[in-house]
């Protein structure tokens, strides 16, 4: 069984790696740091993502330990910069 | 009442003023956040906002609602802008209004430095040599790590 996670990369994550969205499939179970470690195991440039980058889960600040379920938006946020 | 907007349309300052007010208001206050010509000694010509929109209406309203306690009334206004800034423009107006001066001070100064820590929101430096290059940053609180500035790297770095 997988769940397909939506995740979402921003600003300087974005430019660095030429996408801004991409369907990550995942085994059930996984959690946010499993997403990243998945990512960042397909190389060059998503090896240039931060081991323990700050994450949103539909939109709200979460941990890394944070378990993922069918539906879940995952965004990469870089150091934020408003204002 | 709280007003909260994250767009890609100007900000009208004075229409932002006009949302707040009351008959038992003696102050209101208006920020306006600008885009200049300069950053640590280097000449800007323009800026570029991204943005991760819902989320930062929604982390928007969050802080208005918060700046309310500090307020005393709930007449808060804030619009944040995204996309490509000329110098000059207007990149966030905070307006409030409360019956003493203090606690529209104290929430308009909240509202702006809760933004620079937490809103969803980035913002990318154009020079007039032609570079551009994002500005650092601050890991938001909330993410389980380090909220001290960090900076954004540039092209050529590796990501941290």
Same mark, same amino acid.
């Given at each position: ?83 | ?36 010509? !300069?950053?640590?000694?280097? $000449?800007? $010509? ?23 306690? !500090? ?90």
């Amino acid at each position: 069984m997988s769940v397909s996670i939506r995740t979402l990369f921003f600003a300087a994550y974005r430019d660095r790696l030429g996408v801004s969205e991409l369907l990550i499939k995942l085994p059930t179970g996984s959690t946010v740091a499993d997403l990243v470690v998945e990512l960042r195991g397909r190389g060059t440039p998503f090896d240039s993502l931060p081991e323990e980058p700050a994450i949103a889960v539909n939109q709200i600040y979460s941990f890394l330990d944070q378990p993922l379920v069918v539906g879940d938006e995952v965004a990469f946020i870089p150091p934020v910069a408003g204002g | 009442m709280v007003f909260t907007e994250v767009s890609v349309d100007s900000i009208d300052g004075p229409a932002l003023l006009a949302k707040v007010g009351a008959d038992e208001d003696g102050a209101a206050i208006l920020f306006l956040g600008v885009v200049r010509d !300069h950053a640590e000694g280097r $000449q800007v $010509q323009g800026m570029r906002y991204d943005a991760y929109p819902e989320m930062a209406e929604e982390v928007l309203k969050e802080i208005a609602v918060e700046a309310t306690e !500090h307020l005393g009334t709930d007449r808060i206004a804030i619009a944040h802008r995204f996309g490509e800034l000329e110098i000059g423009d207007i990149s966030v107006g905070i307006a409030v209004s409360s019956p003493h001066r203090s606690e529209a001070y104290e929430a308009s100064r909240y509202v702006i430095e809760e933004i620079k820590k937490r809103l969803p929101i980035w913002k990318k430096e154009h020079y007039i040599d032609g570079v551009s290059e994002w500005v650092k940053g601050s890991i938001p609180p909330g993410t389980g790590l380090d909220s001290s500035v960090h900076s954004v790297p540039s092209a050529d770095d590796e990501l941290v």
